[in-house]
């Protein structure tokens, strides 16, 4: 079995998983703001996982780790700096322990699903701010793989921003005083797909994805304003620079736990 730990900014799931990709056990709770609570809140977790015996664990940080180490620099949305995860984990789990990027595993889960169809893979999450990852043939891109598109300095309101300060789920919140699941109207939504298409747009011409897929909790919505989104978008595309087919993710809300087996299994399968 297979190990999936997603640590998010406000809840963390863990989850099971059987050798051909069954999800057989989660259980998700509330992302204790202090570390040294969190590590006690999840070996509390993982011992309703006993009865599991793991070949591989991989655990989703939201930031920037150094993989050699296992250590997680910076959390997105956690005031945690220089954690020691891997380390940590191995406390609690008899088994091998991988540390990767959320985006990075959600990217791969997603691209996995369309792999039949699409080789290069650009994934955006559009949660509180927006991750991105890109996958080429099923795989996470190494030279992308420290990607932070959220992070983009762009033009907005007459002064350079990032794109998610003015984009993301929670510029969204601001500006409109409502989640993304309490806006319906078209024109909200026309303004929101304007802000999106700004980076999507700059992110294309650098990229040139064979497809972009939306998830996250603003992804969720994309029924919502995916008709208009490929309206700006197109607004912005040339010869050179074409705007892919734009599709939402198939797990908005698992596509990280899913890219932690995929890609725990190809490290195991890697050992053999």
Not at 125 to 136: F, P, R, V
Not at 186 to 196: A, D, V
Not at 226 to 244: C, F, H, M, Q, R
Request: with cysteine; hydrophobic share 40%; net charge neutral.
């Amino acid at each position: 079995m297979y190990l999936a730990i997603d640590i998010g900014g406000t809840k963390t799931l863990v989850a099971s998983f059987t050798n051909d990709g069954t999800l057989s056990k989660s259980l998700r709770f509330k992302t204790p703001k202090d570390y040294d609570m969190f590590k006690g809140v999840l070996k509390a977790a993982l011992a309703r996982f006993s009865d599991h015996k793991f070949l591989y664990a991989c655990v989703a940080v939201p930031g920037k780790i150094d993989r050699k180490r296992g250590v997680a620099i910076a959390f997105g949305n956690l005031d945690w700096e220089n954690i020691p995860i891997r380390k940590d984990l191995k406390e609690f789990i008899r088994c091998p322990v991988l540390v990767e990027n959320d985006a990075n595993l959600a990217g791969l889960s997603e691209a996995i699903n369309v792999l039949s169809k699409y080789r290069k893979v650009l994934y955006l999450t559009i949660s509180t701010g927006i991750g991105s990852g890109i996958a080429i043939d099923g795989m996470i891109d190494p030279d992308f793989e420290d990607s932070e598109a959220g992070q983009m300095m762009l033009q907005h309101n007459d002064r350079m921003q990032p794109w998610e300060d003015f984009a993301s789920g929670r510029a969204i919140k601001k500006r409109y005083s409502k989640l993304a699941i309490e806006i319906n109207d078209k024109k909200t939504w026309r303004e929101i797909s304007h802000n999106l298409a700004i980076g999507i747009n700059s992110l294309v011409a650098v990229i040139q994805p064979d497809v972009i897929i939306i998830g996250g909790s603003v992804g969720t919505h994309f029924k919502k304003y995916g008709e208009l989104l490929d309206a700006e978008l197109d607004k912005y595309s040339t010869p050179l620079t074409p705007v892919p087919p734009i599709i939402h993710a198939k797990r908005s809300e698992e596509a990280v736990i899913y890219g932690c087996y995929y890609f725990a299994k190809e490290a195991h399968a890697n050992l053999a």
